[in-house]
C-alpha cells in the first residue's frame, strides 16, 4: 500500500530552502507545505532547515540538506510536459537561467544540477505515430536539436 502516494526527494547540499522556494516560482499549483529544522540531536546545526516539503506543478516534493555526498545526475530528470512552443520557450529560459544549462533533445539542467526535459506534448504524439516514416522524421529533427522547435518538429513530420 502506498499511503497517500509518493514524494520525490532532492538532496541537496545547504540550499533545500532556496531551491524549494525557486521551484515553487517556476511552476504553477505550486507550495511550500513544511519546513523542518535540525534540533540539538541533529544532524545540523540546531535551528538550520533539515527539509522542505513543497508542492510543484501539482507534484510533491521533499527538499533536503543531506550534505555533499550525493549529486544529481541525468540518470533521474522531469519531464515539463508543455501545450505550445511559448510554455516550452518559458521554461527553457527560466530553467537554464543563473547558472543551468541546456542540452540536447529538449534537456537542460537548472542551476542546482536536476535534469529537465521540456517537451511540447504534440512531440509524444508524433514520435509514436505508427506511419514510421513520420515518427522517424520528427525523431532524426528532434535529435538535433537544443531547446525543442514545434514548428520544427511538425514540419518533419509533415514531411517538409
Known amino acids: 500500500?502506498?499511503?497517500?502516494?509518493?514524494?520525490?526527494?532532492?538532496?541537496?547540499?545547504g540550499q533545500a530552502e532556496e531551491a524549494?522556494?525557486?521551484?515553487?516560482?517556476?511552476?504553477?499549483?505550486?507550495?511550500?507545505?513544511r519546513i523542518s529544522?535540525?534540533?540539538?540531536?541533529?544532524?545540523?546545526?540546531?535551528?538550520?532547515?533539515?527539509?522542505?516539503?513543497?508542492?510543484?506543478?501539482?507534484?510533491?516534493?521533499?527538499?533536503?540538506?543531506?550534505?555533499?555526498?550525493?549529486?544529481?545526475?541525468?540518470?533521474?530528470?522531469?519531464?515539463?510536459?508543455?501545450?505550445d512552443q511559448a510554455e516550452v520557450d518559458h521554461y527553457w529560459a527560466t530553467l537554464t537561467a543563473d547558472g543551468g544549462e541546456g542540452g540536447p533533445c529538449g534537456w537542460l539542467k537548472d542551476k542546482y544540477g536536476v535534469s529537465w526535459q521540456i517537451v511540447p506534448t504534440a512531440l509524444l504524439d508524433m514520435i509514436t505515430d505508427p506511419d514510421a516514416g513520420k515518427a522517424s522524421r520528427t525523431l532524426r529533427a528532434m535529435l538535433a536539436m537544443g531547446?525543442?522547435?514545434?514548428?520544427?518538429?511538425?514540419s518533419a513530420y509533415a514531411g517538409e
Request: contains cysteine; charged residues 20%; aromatic residues 14%.
Open 1 to 13: 500500500m502506498a499511503g497517500e502516494g509518493f514524494t520525490t526527494c532532492l538532496w541537496f547540499d
Open 20 to 33: 524549494a522556494r525557486y521551484y515553487v516560482s517556476v511552476f504553477d499549483k505550486s507550495s511550500i507545505d
Open 37 to 83: 529544522h535540525s534540533t540539538e540531536a541533529g544532524p545540523g546545526p540546531a535551528g538550520s532547515v533539515l527539509a522542505v516539503d513543497f508542492t510543484a506543478n501539482g507534484q510533491r516534493f521533499m527538499a533536503l540538506n543531506g550534505g555533499p555526498q550525493f549529486t544529481f545526475s541525468e540518470a533521474i530528470s522531469f519531464r515539463v510536459d508543455c501545450a
Open 147 to 154: 531547446k525543442l522547435d514545434l514548428a520544427a518538429l511538425e
